[in-house]
């Protein structure tokens, strides 16, 4: 049986054809193919990340150069993807398109590892698909470079520019747009941006750390990868997560604002690697906190504050844990604990001192403040307050830089940035020292500094206080844009002729150094 059914089947199918006097038309495929030879294509490719790939292989059909036949181009579709080539829990695994012209030519984000880009040519009438890969290994050449923290469509986002002003020995300049989202499977930290910081609590990790008002993680400082949810930031984490500010300072704390309440780590005696967190809020009695906390203060406090509801400083002392008041009967220039008005803007600047633009119902002014020598007990903290309510744009003030080596503060409002001198009196004490170009409003303004000591006695950050950056926003195009000036450190003037421009950022939020070691 098992010869007899095949036999017989055989039998009626050829009979089946003998009696079959249809008549068919019949096509010949079109041949498309993909040929690398003569193009400069290699088999494999081994690049930093960042920089740009181009490869243009030959497309042809039915042996036809598709360039030399336009008509061609109609019949076929391109796309270009990339996607990881080993699996790896480290390694994001998305496929995400590229291209989709005949020639590649784009920047490669994707971070450290070994990629598959894939050439997909589709032959329209059929369907027919045809295939070519290209192995890509992917390094990492993040180094130092100015961070800049923005907005793009509500959430959070960052990119670094790098130059010879900012690290020494730079030949290649270099833009990095979109780091965060690109090293993290294309999404944005959640939620608008608060701060940006390379923290030197562990000096020898050296994580990066990103705030938005919805999240905070550390970031790889070469890759920009997620190494550190806020689930590991902190030892209990925050049910509710609403950052106002987050940042550093020189005695290798990390202080954070979340939900109205205080969280830090002290690195001082926890060693160079990432084995501390954030601790438990601090508790105390005290109103709305202004979005600041010092990053210059002396051993004897975790954090410095600002309640805006009573008008005050407040301190939380070195191992406390609890909010109050500082202890400074000092009144001669300002009561710490009642200055009688809101913080506006603070950041520090010459001699360490923390620089203040603070308002009441009728005025500006500038309050000039010294945690760096005060102590827990003994504190003059009060320096000087000056009068602002006559500087142009001071109601509408966006942004602070404080100068490192002169007496002087730069001040942003509209599309101009203001300079100035506190302790000059007469015209010179205020100029208008640069504006932004047409339709641009200034959104930050930082100058290059850092704020580590032993960073700024080495010389690891060149050209200190020397170089300013201005962060300006069009609303006509969405377009974010970084302007890098040098400036004379001892009286702050900039120099227009020296700008830099890069653009391409969301709403500018935040500036910041970030280092290697």
């Known amino acids: 049986m098992k010869t007899i059914i095949p036999l017989a089947i055989a039998l009626i199918a050829a009979a089946a054809c003998r009696d079959d006097k249809g008549n068919y038309d019949y096509v010949t495929l079109d041949v498309v193919t993909i040929d690398t030879a003569g193009t400069g294509i290699l088999p494999a490719y081994a690049i930093y990340r960042y920089d740009s790939l181009r490869l243009a292989p030959v497309v042809a059909v039915n042996g036809t150069r598709v360039e030399t036949d336009p008509a061609l181009e109609e019949i076929l579709d391109y796309h270009w993807t990339i996607y990881s080539a080993v699996t790896s829990a480290g390694i994001a695994s998305y496929i995400d398109t590229i291209g989709t012209r005949a020639a590649l030519d784009t920047v490669i984000t994707r971070p450290a590892g070994l990629w598959t880009i894939l050439f997909t040519v589709t032959h329209r009438p059929t369907g027919i698909k045809t295939f070519a890969r290209f192995p890509v290994q992917v390094d990492e050449i993040i180094s130092d470079g100015w961070m800049v923290l923005y907005e793009k469509e509500g959430d959070t986002d960052a990119g670094l520019i790098v130059n010879d002003r900012v690290k020494k020995g730079v030949v290649r300049e270099r833009l990095f747009l979109d780091l965060y989202s690109a090293s993290n499977e294309g999404q944005r930290l959640a939620g608008p941006p608060v701060n940006i910081l390379h923290s030197v ?226 015209a010179d004490r205020l100029a208008t020292a640069w504006t932004a170009p047409a339709g641009d409003v200034i959104t930050c303004v930082r100058l290059q500094r850092t704020y580590y000591p032993a960073f700024a006695a080495a010389g690891i950050l060149i050209n200190n206080y020397s170089v300013i950056y201005i962060a300006t926003w069009n609303d006509a195009t969405d377009t974010g844009t970084v302007h890098q000036i040098l400036v004379d450190p001892s009286n702050g003037a900039v120099d227009p002729a020296t700008a830099r421009v890069y653009t391409g950022f969301g709403r500018v939020k935040d500036m910041s150094w970030k280092w290697t070691m």
């Open 201 to 426: 609590a562990p000096l020898v990790t050296g994580e990066v750390l990103v705030a938005s008002a919805r999240d905070l993680v550390g970031v790889d400082k070469n890759s920009f990868s997620v190494t550190y949810p806020l689930e590991k930031l902190f030892w209990t984490p925050p049910v509710t997560r609403h950052v106002t500010y987050l940042g550093g300072n020189n005695t290798r704390r990390e202080i954070v604002i979340n939900n109205n309440q205080i969280h830090y780590a002290n690195y001082m005696s926890a060693g160079t690697s990432r084995v501390n967190a954030l601790g438990a809020a601090c508790t105390g009695n005290h109103g709305q906190l202004a979005p600041w906390l010092s990053s210059y203060y002396s051993a004897s406090f975790e954090a410095i504050a600002y309640d805006q509801t009573n008008r005050r400083f407040l301190q939380v002392a070195a191992n406390g844990v609890t909010v109050d008041t500082l202890n400074s009967s000092d009144k001669t220039a300002f009561d710490v604990n009642n200055t009688g008005m809101e913080m506006v803007l603070s950041d520090f600047g010459r001699s360490n001192y923390e620089y203040t633009i603070a308002r009441d119902a009728n005025s500006h002014a500038l309050l000039v403040s010294n945690f760096s020598t005060a102590t827990a007990t003994t504190a003059r903290v009060a320096i000087a307050k000056h009068d602002m309510s006559d500087c142009p744009g001071i109601s509408a003030v966006t942004s602070l830089a404080p100068g490192g080596l002169g007496e002087f503060i730069y001040y942003s409002a509209g599309d101009k940035l203001y300079l100035f001198k506190y302790n000059v009196t007469g």
